[in-house]
C-alpha cells in the first residue's frame, strides 16, 4: 500500500527553507568578505573564515536530510510527483553549489589577511565586480526561495558583466605593475581575487540553471557564448 506523499513534500519542503537561510548566510559571507577587501580588515576576514565551518555543518545535515528522505521513499514506494522529486534533487545540487560559494568568499578573505596593512588601491572596477557578484549571489538565492525562473534568467545574463569586469581589471592591473603603481606580489592577490568573484558568479548559475528546471522542466545551458534551452526526452508512460 502507497502512503500518501504529504508527509515527504513536507519534509522537502522543509529542505529547501533550510537552504534558503544557509543561502542567506553565504550571502553574508559573501558580502561581509568583499567589504574586508576595501576595508582592509583583517578582523572581519577572520570571521568569515570562521563561518564556513557553520555553513559546512549545514551542508552535511542538508545532504543527510536528502538522502533520508529518498531513502523513506524507497523503503514506503510513496507516490511522489515528478515534480516533488526534481525539487528534491535541485536541493541537493543547489547545496553543493553554496557550499563552494562559502569556500569562495573564504579564499577572498584568506587573500585580505595575507595582504595586511598593505593599502595600494585596487582600480575602481574592483568595487564594481563585487557589488555585482553580491547582487548575483542576492538574486540566484532568491530565486531559489520561490522557483523564480525569470529571476534565474537575469543570473544568467549577469554572468558576463563579471567576466567583462574582470577583464578590465586584469589588463589594468598589468599597466599598474608595469608602471609601478602597484607591487607584484598585491597584483598576485587581486588576481586571485577576482577569479573568486568569476567562480561566485559561475556557481550563482549552476544555482539559476536548476532553479530553471525546477520550476519549468527546461534544461539550459551556456553555448556558443549564450543560453539555450535544451530539448530533453520526455518520461516514458508506466509499463514501457
Not at 109 to 136: C, K, M, Y
Not at 224 to 237: A, H, N, Q, S, V
Request: charged share 30%; net charge negative.
Amino acid at each position: 500500500m502507497t502512503n500518501p506523499p504529504e508527509p515527504y513534500t513536507e519534509r522537502i519542503s522543509a529542505l529547501r527553507s533550510d537552504l534558503v537561510a544557509q543561502g542567506a548566510r553565504v550571502r553574508e559571507m559573501v558580502e561581509r568578505s568583499f567589504d574586508s577587501i576595501f576595508a582592509r580588515d583583517v578582523g572581519v576576514a577572520q570571521t568569515v573564515i570562521e563561518a564556513d565551518d557553520e555553513v559546512d555543518r549545514v551542508d552535511l545535515q542538508v545532504e543527510q536530510d536528502a538522502v533520508n528522505i529518498l531513502y523513506d521513499v524507497s523503503r514506503a514506494t510513496a507516490g511522489l510527483t515528478s515534480d516533488s522529486l526534481r525539487e528534491l534533487l535541485v536541493c541537493v545540487k543547489v547545496n553543493n553549489e553554496l557550499e563552494r560559494i562559502a569556500d569562495a568568499a573564504g579564499a577572498v578573505a584568506e587573500r585580505v589577511i595575507e595582504l595586511g596593512d598593505r593599502t595600494t588601491p585596487f582600480p575602481e572596477t574592483t568595487r564594481v565586480i563585487t557589488n555585482s557578484v553580491v547582487g548575483i549571489v542576492r538574486d540566484a538565492i532568491g530565486a531559489f526561495a520561490r522557483f523564480d525562473a525569470e529571476r534565474a534568467k537575469v543570473v544568467l545574463r549577469s554572468e558576463d558583466a563579471v567576466l567583462k569586469f574582470s577583464d578590465k581589471i586584469f589588463r589594468s592591473t598589468e599597466q599598474r605593475v608595469a608602471d609601478g603603481r602597484m607591487e607584484p606580489d598585491v597584483a598576485f592577490h587581486l588576481h586571485h581575487i577576482v577569479h573568486q568573484c568569476e567562480l561566485v558568479a559561475d556557481h550563482c548559475t549552476n544555482i539559476a540553471e536548476q532553479v530553471i528546471y525546477a520550476a519549468t522542466g527546461v534544461v539550459v545551458r551556456h553555448t556558443g557564448g549564450d543560453w539555450i534551452e535544451l530539448d530533453t526526452p520526455k518520461p516514458k508512460p508506466d509499463g514501457d
